[in-house]
């Protein structure tokens, strides 16, 4: 075999060796107590959090289009408090829509 290639190929080898596994992520997973809701929904958007809490809006049915709920976690993610229901008017959402028809 060619010298040069040798060389190349030895080079290369030890290089995706040393490289290879020093950018891999190293993750820790924690699984902790399982989550059960009292009726089916799931979470549908991460609304926001403060030092001590997440925010997480939930929607109920299937495919999350019933009713809307706002629900409280700690940063453990396990629930704190009750949810708290949430009701969009119809004739509110009917005026948001005519207004934004005329939005130029």
């Known amino acids: 075999m060619n010298p040069k290639f040798l060389t190349f190929l030895l080079f290369a080898v030890n290089w995706f060796l040393s490289h290879g596994q020093a950018d891999a992520l190293v993750a820790d997973i924690k699984i902790g107590d399982l989550f059960k809701n009292d009726k089916r929904e799931i979470p549908i958007d991460f609304v926001g959090e403060d030092s001590t809490y ?51």
């Open 54 to 104: 997440y925010y997480i809006l939930y929607a109920g049915g299937r495919f999350g289009n019933g009713d809307k709920s706002l629900r409280k976690f700690n940063k453990n993610l396990v629930p704190v408090g009750d949810e708290i229901a949430l009701e969009v008017s119809s004739d509110l959402g009917k005026a948001v829509k005519k207004q934004a028809l005329w939005v130029p």
